[in-house]
DNA sequence: AAATTGTTTCTTGCATGCAAGAGGCGGGCG
DNA sequence: CGCCCGCCTCTTGCATGCAAGAAACAATTT
């Protein structure tokens, strides 16, 4: 690339509020990870470090920083002077991470039974009345904003930063591969219902009765991992 | 999407040696993690560029490089435009490390109450029975490996690859602060009885039992945490 | 003396250059 | 006709150079 040096142009686009100028390797792992979560760049495909260094208009070398950080948390794999892909994941895996998210929210219900505040208490008990209208009226789309407030507040309500950060990383892990409206269809009812034993257990303090619940509910949904096959293979061959 | 750190897919500092030639960047981020998962890099602790190129005889290039993937685990804060830094683990999260690394060994053993093989289990027995002589002689440091060895039987035989890394991660992450001597002198005997519960609920194939019996032996470990403040400002100073 | 401001120095962030490994290709060989 | 080996090219890994931000410092002012 011959474009000089001229960091007086880095501030274009960038907005004027910037609060707190990040560095440009950031920006990238950011944005890359962004599009591996969503799906915009497939398992398997290769990130070239030239390519992306254009794409963004930088040079190897924040690509490469930005490249390395997504090697570090496992969202691409480095082979080592073979390049850097989006890392695929192996079907035995994804399902065991349906069943370690299923623990996770299970321990976070068991945890909310006990620690919620009465206004987190309060507050998850009027969201789940609230969606009860969605699942009357079938809209799918919203209770599906419902259901992940709900859970949401679930995070947050188990007052434990650590495991909110594990249940945030993986959720975020699995979402390409959840189809919430697949599974939701003709199960709105179903599903508020078994919400309205997770709370119900939590309302009551029975921390046990919270996780087991939450784990039963969540062992119906995880079904969706039978998917992953097709949807794997199908990406593969874009 | 927003992605947070995911500091504990971590594999840094992980596993033998790779036979496999890694890249120097990895090199380094191995061995810094290392250093600081053992205390010998002090939270709070700058981490200078220069200094750790001069000290391994390379560029700043691959330290960069591997502070960034270190950054993106957590285990190290990059303060942008001012230096990297050992993550300083506040007392409130510490504690969280703790009670969410108890559900998440909770869960191991409801998994392996369920999925261990025979001759899983049959190990797990014998391994228990095993670590009843350095009870009766009160070996304390031969019952600490066959405590190890005790989680690490559980971890296996979970068969749950996802959840096996975050409970290595935790741990690993918990490492400096576990003062294992100190908690089990006086507490070999009671501490092999709570195991007995786990391992008789495993056996039996009762995984609510087996989450429960391991959530209480993890609870009284997990006073440690009120060591702590004392450590950190200890470290702090020096 | 404390505070403030201008200056100097140090460190970081990024661009660029170069060498070595990996993969592709064509030619020689079986 | 297929296989193996050397060459060539492309990509990666690392070193180096340079500019801007941050910190340290000094001098001036109140």
Redesign the interface.
Known sequence: MHVANLPFLSRLGAGPANP????R??EL??TL??EI??GGLAPGRRLDEQELAQRFAVSR?PV??AL????????VE?R??RGVIVAVIAP??LQ??F??MA??E??AS??CAIAMTPDERQGLEALHRASQAAVREGGIDEYERFNQEFHSLLYAGCH????R??L???R?RL?PFRRAQFNLRGRLASSWREHEAVVQAILRGDG?GAARAMREHLATVSGAAAEYVAIQSHQLSA
Not at 68 to 75: E, K, M, P, R, V
């Open positions: 707190q100028r990040q560095t390797a950031a792992a950011a990870a962004d979560l969503r070398t490469r920083e390395g950080q997504l090697a570090a948390t496992g969202l480095h080592p002077r035995q895996r065991d991470m069943v370690a623990e996770l299970a321990a068991r945890l434990n930063g650590y495991l950060d594990l945030h990383a993986t975020a979402a046990d």
